[in-house]
């Protein structure tokens, strides 16, 4: 496509539920990042992928969170048992390959809110 | 790690006039800058970057700085416009791994 997609852009869940959100990266990409972006605040890093290797999950908040990577192409970040300071906007990146050094292209992000 | 601080949080200008924003970093080993708009219920959107082997970069209205010596770069936007207005992010890296993100600084063009 021509851009990253995301899935759903918008969702209301209640508190103690699991969530998905996808991911689609811009083809080719084989580089991707989820950030978090909490109301009014800068981008928390959350994991990153690259190709074939393990993920970075360094970023990952609680053990609630994980995420993969089928095929090298879509991603997928599942929130278990959703607490309200979930709430926020879940945004992913690609990039084409690090080695040469680009940068990341965003997604609309999907929107989490935990009611 | 990187730790990447931003300033202002806000910035009010009047149409025509020009807006400065100013980052800091940490790591010594960050070799690349982008900045990011982001327009309201939108993602971050690439604007400008520049890399550590090149002291300043202009894209029409757009020009950012980097001083390596003292670990700062600056967004500077000339004859500024409304559509101008959004919130700005500058980030840091070393590797391309991780992106660490400024606060944002909130934008506005006052026609």
Not at chain 1, 50 to 72: C, H, V
Request: charged letters at 20%; hydrophobic letters at 30%.
């Amino acid at each position: 496509g021509a851009g990253v997609s995301q899935s759903p852009s918008n969702k209301v869940t209640e508190k103690g539920k699991d969530v998905e959100l996808r991911c689609d990266p811009i083809s080719g990409h084989t580089a991707l990042y989820w950030y978090r972006q909490s109301l009014g605040q800068g981008l928390e890093f959350l994991i990153y992928f690259q190709g074939n290797s393990a993920p970075d999950k360094s970023g990952l908040p609680s053990d609630r969170f994980s995420a993969e990577r089928t095929g090298g192409s879509v991603s997928t970040l599942t929130i278990q048992r959703t607490q309200q300071e979930d709430s926020a906007v879940y945004l992913c990146a690609s990039s084409p390959d690090r080695p040469s050094g680009n940068t990341i292209y965003f997604g609309e992000g999907s929107w989490l809110t935990v009611v | 790690g990187e730790n990447v601080e931003q300033h202002p949080s806000t910035l009010s200008v009047q149409e025509g006039d020009s807006a400065v924003i100013k980052c800091t970093y940490s790591d010594s080993a960050s070799n690349y800058f982008p900045w990011y708009k982001q327009e309201l219920g939108k993602g971050p959107q690439l604007i400008i970057d520049i890399r550590s082997n090149v002291g300043e970069k202009k894209d029409q209205r757009i020009a950012v700085t980097l001083n390596k010596t003292a670990k700062h770069f600056s967004l500077h936007i000339t004859e500024t416009q409304p559509e101008d207005s959004a919130v700005y992010f500058c980030a840091a890296t070393y590797n391309f791994n991780k992106f660490y993100f400024g606060s944002g600084t909130k934008l506005n063009v006052k026609p």
